[in-house]
């Protein structure tokens, strides 16, 4: 497994979700955010005290955007051939082997990743048996 190119160091703005307006108070209000729309809406005249509204400015460095704290950004993987296109891009890239894939396949290309030197980020998931 190689490690990581340098890179800037990782700044996240916000790194809570921004839940919806009043989901907390109400069962059927789901959290995922909409943007209140309300002409006496408190959260949208963003008066002080209220949730944050989420905006450009809270986007990530585009260097560093989609990036994971090793420093690599995840790849999906479903099979071996897949691990091949990680060759010349493994300080880059990392290997994550999609949920659907079952145990057998699995250690293909957890074998291929360790023979290419291609990190994994789900390593033990599903692999392992239970005694």
């Given amino acids: 497994m190689v490690a990581a190119k340098k890179h800037v160091p990782i700044v996240k703005k916000h790194k809570k979700r ?8 109400y069962m059927c209000v789901d959290p995922s955010w909409r943007k209140p729309k309300g002409i006496d809406n408190r959260v949208r005249r963003r008066f002080k005290g ?20 090793s420093g690599h950004k995840a790849f999906l993987v479903h099979n071996t051939r897949d691990v091949d296109l990680l060759l010349m891009h493994n300080k880059t890239f990392a290997a994550e082997i ?15 990743a360790k023979q290419l030197g291609v990190k ?12």
Avoid: C, D, W
């Fill in 18 to 25: 921004f839940n919806r307006h009043q989901s907390e108070s």
């Fill in 50 to 69: 209220q949730i944050a509204m989420p905006s450009i400015g809270y986007g990530s460095n585009k260097k560093t955007r989609h990036m994971m704290p």
């Fill in 98 to 112: 999609g949920h659907a894939v079952s145990s057998r396949k699995r250690v293909e290309i957890i074998a291929k």
């Fill in 120 to 131: 994994v980020t789900n390593l033990r998931a599903r692999v392992t048996t239970e005694v």
